[in-house]
């Protein structure tokens, strides 16, 4: 019998994991700073307020993981947001649940950017999409484990969510163009 070839496995440089790093500490900044503003709209249409601030707070782990391009790189990323948040108190009632909600949106993003999968489609909408699909991911644990909002509320939370990762998406697309050739991976 032969044996199976696997894939090489890609390692990361310490440029890679500093930048991973400092981008998903960045991006756990970020969210406080942009919560109240969102809160005002999602208030009113009465959804929690992170399915908008969500979006933009994934900004951050849907531009590593298209400039860096390795399977794992948002995933890791949600874990060291995870363990920030569960060490600074940030989501003291989820408990170590935290993993699971930081976690899901980095596994969905690197499906779509790192996998290989849809390399046909151009690089804009596939940053577009893994932003709309982390926020989904996200929502969606969230919402099993904690909210568990009736119908309406539910889909008005996940098309906030899935409209603010799609514009996530593009601004994280927009940002890598606008890098210097020096800064680029």
């Avoid at 390692?11 to 756990?28: I, K, N, P, Y």
């Avoid at 992170?50 to 993981?65: D, E, I, R």
């Amino acid at each position: 019998m032969k044996p199976m070839k696997t894939m090489p496995r890609q390692r990361f440089t310490l440029r890679e994991l500093c930048l991973m790093t400092f981008l998903a500490v960045f991006g756990m900044l970020f969210k406080p700073l942009v919560s109240p503003a969102f809160n005002l709209i999602t208030d009113f249409v009465r959804v929690p307020g992170g399915s908008m601030t969500a979006g933009f707070s994934l900004l951050f782990l849907v531009f590593a993981a298209a400039r860096i391009r390795k399977p794992g790189t948002a995933l890791l990323m949600g874990l060291v947001q995870a363990a920030m948040s569960l060490s600074m108190g940030i989501s003291a009632t989820a408990g170590i649940l935290v993993f699971i909600t930081y976690t899901m949106p980095g596994a969905a993003i690197d499906l779509i950017l790192c996998s290989g999968w849809f390399d046909r489609f151009p690089l804009k909408l596939r940053m577009s999409a893994a932003g709309a699909a982390g926020v989904l991911a996200g929502a969606a644990f969230t919402n099993m484990l904690y909210f568990r909002l009736p119908l309406t509320a539910f889909l008005l939370f996940y098309l906030l969510g899935i409209l603010s990762g799609a514009c996530g998406g593009v601004f994280a697309w927009h940002l890598s163009r606008r890098l210097p050739a020096s800064v680029r991976f």
